[in-house]
C-alpha cells in the first residue's frame, strides 16, 4: 500500500533520556520544515525513539486508533525489532517521509478478554505478549484450546504471545521464533510442574488465528498480568480468552529489512 505525505500528521514518543530527546527535537523541526504538522493526539504516522520498549508505549498509546496510524521506530541503544532505524539515519528517515511514498506492512495482534465475576470483561490487545502469573503460590490453570480442555497447568505462568513478540519474552522462555507474517499465537510454560503426579504438554504451542485459547483459574487466587509493559492485578477472575486480534499493527517501511535479517543481527551476528 503506498501512501502520499502531504500534510501527513505525525507524533514522537521519545524514551526521554538525553540522547532520544535531542533527537525528538532535531525531528520535529525536521519535520514541520518540510511541512508535516505535529498532532500529539491523532498522528497518522508516530515515531519511537528509544528502543522497542519505546514503541509499546507508543502503540499503547494509540492503540484505539490502529487503523489510522503508522509507527517507525528509530533505536538509541541496541538494534530493535520494532526500534530499526540508527540516529545516523534521522535525516535520511526525515528526508525519506518528506519526499518519498512509503509502504506499510502489518503484523498481528493478541486479543485479551478478561472475565470477572461481577460479569464485566475488559479487553485488552497486545503487541508483544500477556502473561499471567500467581505471585503468592504456584499458579493453576486449566488451559481450553478451541473448545476442548487440553491439561492443568501448574507452575510459575504462563506466556502467551504474538509473532513479532516471539523474539522478547517468548523467546527466553524457550518459544519459538515466528515470522510476523503469520497470524498466530503462541503458548509458552513459565517452569511447569512435570512428575508423576502432574502433567503438562511442555512444548511451546502455536494456535492459528482462528483458534483461541481460554484460561480458567482452579481455585480463588490473586493473579498477576501484564500486557506488554503494563502490569494488572486481578482477583475475581473467571476466565481470560486469547485469540489473534481482528486489528493489526501497522509499520512504515522505506526499505526493505527483511525480519531474518533483523533475528540474525540481534542474537546472531557477532559484534
Ligand atoms: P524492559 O525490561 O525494559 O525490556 C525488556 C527487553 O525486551 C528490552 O531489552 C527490550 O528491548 C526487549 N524487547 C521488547 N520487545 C521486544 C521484541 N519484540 N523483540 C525482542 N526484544 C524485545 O521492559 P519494557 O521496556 O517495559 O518492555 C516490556 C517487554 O519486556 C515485554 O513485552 C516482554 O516481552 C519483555 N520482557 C522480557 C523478559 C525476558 O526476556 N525474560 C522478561 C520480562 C519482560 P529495548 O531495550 O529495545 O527496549
Given at each position: 500500500m503506498k501512501?502520499?505525505?502531504?500534510?501527513?500528521?505525525?507524533?514522537?514518543?521519545?524514551?526521554?533520556?538525553?540522547?532520544?530527546?535531542?533527537?525528538?527535537?532535531?525531528?520535529?523541526?525536521?519535520?514541520?520544515?518540510?511541512?508535516?504538522?505535529?498532532?500529539?493526539?491523532?498522528?497518522?504516522?508516530?515515531?519511537?525513539?528509544?528502543?522497542?520498549?519505546?514503541?509499546?508505549?507508543?502503540?499503547?498509546?494509540?492503540?484505539?486508533?490502529?487503523?489510522?496510524?503508522?509507527?517507525?521506530?528509530?533505536?538509541?541503544?541496541?538494534?530493535?525489532?520494532?526500534?530499526?532505524?540508527?540516529p545516523s539515519e534521522l535525516e535520511k528517515l526525515v528526508l525519506s517521509?518528506?519526499?518519498?511514498?512509503?509502504?506499510?506492512?502489518?503484523?498481528?495482534?493478541?486479543?485479551?478478554?478478561?472475565?470477572?465475576?461481577?460479569?464485566?470483561?475488559?479487553?485488552?490487545?497486545?503487541?508483544?505478549?500477556?502473561?499471567?502469573?500467581?505471585?503468592?503460590?504456584?499458579?493453576?490453570?486449566?488451559?481450553?484450546?478451541?473448545?476442548?480442555?487440553?491439561?492443568?497447568?501448574?507452575?510459575?505462568?504462563?506466556?502467551?504471545?504474538?509473532?513479532?513478540?516471539?523474539?522478547?519474552?517468548n523467546k527466553a522462555l524457550g518459544g519459538a521464533i515466528i515470522h510476523p507474517s503469520i497470524p498466530a499465537l503462541q503458548l509458552t510454560e513459565m517452569a511447569s510442574i512435570n512428575n508423576r503426579v502432574f502433567r503438562t504438554v511442555g512444548s511451546p504451542l502455536v494456535l492459528p488465528a482462528h483458534h483461541r485459547c481460554i484460561l480458567r483459574p482452579v481455585t480463588e487466587q490473586k493473579f498477576t498480568m501484564t500486557i506488554d509493559h503494563k502490569h494488572l492485578i486481578q482477583n475475581d477472575l473467571t476466565s481470560i480468552t486469547f485469540n489473534v486480534a481482528s486489528e493489526k499493527v501497522r509499520f512504515a517501511r522505506f526499505r526493505p529489512f527483511p525480519f531474518w535479517e533483523r533475528v540474525h543481527d540481534s542474537f546472531v551476528a557477532n559484534e
Amino acid at each position: 500500500m503506498k501512501r502520499s505525505v502531504n500534510s501527513l500528521r505525525f507524533s514522537i514518543q521519545s524514551r526521554r533520556d538525553s540522547q532520544s530527546n535531542e533527537l525528538m527535537e532535531l525531528a520535529k523541526t525536521y519535520l514541520t520544515d518540510f511541512g508535516l504538522i505535529l498532532d500529539e493526539e491523532e498522528p497518522e504516522f508516530v515515531i519511537s525513539i528509544g528502543g522497542d520498549g519505546t514503541l509499546l508505549h507508543a502503540f499503547h498509546r494509540h492503540s484505539h486508533r490502529l487503523d489510522q496510524v503508522a509507527f517507525v521506530g528509530i533505536h538509541t541503544g541496541h538494534l530493535g525489532f520494532y526500534a530499526d532505524w540508527k540516529p545516523s539515519e534521522l535525516e535520511k528517515l526525515v528526508l525519506s517521509i518528506a519526499k518519498n511514498e512509503f509502504n506499510i506492512v502489518e503484523y498481528p495482534l493478541l486479543e485479551v478478554n478478561v472475565h470477572t465475576q461481577s460479569m464485566e470483561t475488559a479487553r485488552y490487545l497486545a503487541l508483544n505478549e500477556a502473561t499471567v502469573k500467581s505471585p503468592d503460590v504456584t499458579l493453576v490453570m486449566d488451559i481450553e484450546l478451541n473448545g476442548t480442555p487440553f491439561e492443568r497447568f501448574r507452575g510459575d505462568g504462563l506466556c502467551i504471545s504474538t509473532p513479532s513478540g516471539s523474539t522478547a519474552y517468548n523467546k527466553a522462555l524457550g518459544g519459538a521464533i515466528i515470522h510476523p507474517s503469520i497470524p498466530a499465537l503462541q503458548l509458552t510454560e513459565m517452569a511447569s510442574i512435570n512428575n508423576r503426579v502432574f502433567r503438562t504438554v511442555g512444548s511451546p504451542l502455536v494456535l492459528p488465528a482462528h483458534h483461541r485459547c481460554i484460561l480458567r483459574p482452579v481455585t480463588e487466587q490473586k493473579f498477576t498480568m501484564t500486557i506488554d509493559h503494563k502490569h494488572l492485578i486481578q482477583n475475581d477472575l473467571t476466565s481470560i480468552t486469547f485469540n489473534v486480534a481482528s486489528e493489526k499493527v501497522r509499520f512504515a517501511r522505506f526499505r526493505p529489512f527483511p525480519f531474518w535479517e533483523r533475528v540474525h543481527d540481534s542474537f546472531v551476528a557477532n559484534e
